[in-house]
Nanobody
Framework: EVQLVESGGGLVQVGGSLRLSCAAS????????MGWFRQAPGKRREAVSVLSTRRDDIYYEPSVKGRFTISSDSAKHTVYLQMNSLKPEDTAVYYCAARRGIDWFTESDKYLYWGQGAVVTVSS
């Protein structure tokens, strides 16, 4: 059974930090591009950061570049999103997603597997 389990969400003040984790199981982790997406109330789901299958290419949504860092641990089948200097506009449900193959995309409909979501709330 494929599972993506996020953890690490919560409530943080402006300027604070959180680290999200996504533990993957049920598929060959190294064959998949891994992405973090977010969806704020009333807004479309957007790609925050994507790590290519070969782990040699990274995308960041422009508003998070320089503040967020995506990384992975192949041995633990886990992908992380370190979020620093958080802003109120970062408040959203954050989802981990996986896509098989060497191509990676920022469109959410290209991803097959999804986690249940982690709520991140940044208070001002």
């Amino acid at each position: 059974e494929v599972q993506l389990v996020e953890s690490g969400g919560g409530l943080v003040q402006v300027g604070g930090s959180l680290r999200l984790s996504c533990a993957a199981s049920g598929f060959v982790f190294d064959d998949y591009a891994m992405g973090w997406f977010r969806q704020a109330p009333g807004k479309r789901r957007e790609a925050v950061s994507v790590l290519s299958t070969r782990r040699d290419d990274i995308y960041y949504e422009p508003s998070v570049k320089g503040r967020f860092t995506i990384s992975s641990d192949s041995a633990k089948h886990t992908v992380y999103l370190q979020m620093n200097s958080l802003k109120p506009e970062d408040t959203a449900v954050y989802y981990c997603a996986a896509r098989r193959g060497i191509d990676w995309f920022t469109e959410s409909d290209k991803y097959l597997y999804w986690g249940q979501g982690a709520v991140v709330t940044v208070s001002s």
